[in-house]
């Protein structure tokens, strides 16, 4: 039985490929990873491990106790924050440990990271691109004030789930903007009157086999509806093409709207994303896939999927303090347990 470590169990991320993972529990053994023992994921694994936080300059020598301990076959990243470190430290974990850590390599994660460097790879690859301009980039600003195109949108280079958007409505909220040290990147607001939509897909190869585009509605920054209706598999050669030029490894998601029939991609995230379990739902559970590929050499194919609609809900898990006491004071729980308590019965 093949070995999993899902980092980040406190993460809606982590949490989204632990409930794909699920779904062939078992065929692998999950180990859950988070700094939190209160982190949700921790009761969807086998067993439980506390770890550093990302930027502890120890954090990789507690991902390493993990491997060894438990002969770990395959890393999956479950954080944003976690990405350029085991991008960084790919090679040197897989050649090690023989295993496989699922991240693309530190270029990739770099411009995927960074909505500046994003537009910019698209601009100079000759694929449809969002208008953008940094903040301090005195020209760039003076180019938006004269083609008075209101309104525009900053965000954090390095943002996720809308923190830190602003409309910019005025050449006042231009200028204002721009009179402070920030890491805004400003562009052109693209309407979401087709919609917004994401996309995930799998390279493998430099190949990309598979792309799954749902459209979406976002509330808090997460997707909590999505739909998938046939007529969006016209956006997967876009997104193919894009995701074969960057080389990226295993899963990425792609972010777009669309302008004059042309889909404008504004954010790449290369790894699974918050939206990979509710593409399994619709019939394509990437996770899965990737895995039967890494060890099975099983061909990722694109999948047949049911047209519908997705809404998420809460719900609940009720774990005992004992549990939780034992937990925080051995790093470690075997077979966690807890009580679910679903949206409805």
């Keep these: 039985m093949r070995k999993i470590l899902v980092t980040g169990a406190g993460a809606v991320l982590g949490q989204g490929i632990l409930r794909c993972l699920r779904e062939d529990k078992d065929k692998y053994q999950i180990h859950t990873a988070d700094p939190d023992v209160r982190s949700t994921g921790h009761w969807l694994g086998d067993k439980a491990h506390t770890i550093l936080v990302a930027n502890d300059p120890q954090f990789i020598n507690s991902i390493e106790e993990i491997i060894i301990a438990e002969n770990i076959d395959a890393i999956l990243v479950g954080t944003d924050a976690e990405l350029p470190i085991f991008s960084k430290q790919k090679a040197y974990l897989e050649s090690k440990y023989q295993l496989s850590v699922v991240v693309s390599d530190e270029r990739v994660i770099e411009i995927a990271n960074d909505k500046w460097l994003t537009a910019n790879y698209l601009k100079a690859n000759n694929f449809p691109f969002p208008l953008s301009y940094m903040s301090n980039d005195i020209e760039g600003i003076k180019h938006l004030k004269e083609l008075n195109q209101y309104p525009y949108i900053a965000k954090p280079v390095d943002g996720a789930r809308s923190k830190g958007l602003l409309m910019i409505n005025t050449e006042r909220d231009l200028d204002q903007i721009a009179s402070y040290a920030n890491n805004l990147v400003v562009q052109e607001y693209i309407s979401e009157d087709e919609g917004e939509f994401t996309s995930g897909c799998l390279v493998f190869g430099g190949e990309c086999k598979v792309v799954v585009t749902l459209k979406r509605d976002l509330r808090d920054g997460n997707t909590y509806r999505a739909y998938y209706d046939k007529t ?112 409805f019965k």
């Design 232 to 343: 969006y598999e016209k956006y997967g050669k876009f997104i193919a093409q894009i995701s074969e030029s960057l080389n990226i490894f295993g899963p990425s998601n792609f972010q777009f709207r669309v302008k004059n029939g042309v889909p404008i991609i504004f954010e790449i995230n290369s790894r699974f994303s918050g939206t990979t379990p509710i593409r399994s739902f619709f019939g394509f559970n990437e996770v899965v896939a990737t895995l039967d590929y890494l060890f099975e050499s099983k061909n990722v194919v694109q999948p047949k999927l049911k047209n519908g609609v997705i809404m998420r809900a809460w719900a609940d898990i009720f774990v005992e303090e004992k549990e939780m006491e034992v937990f925080k004071s051995n790093n470690s729980l075997q077979n966690p347990t807890c009580v679910y308590h679903p949206f």
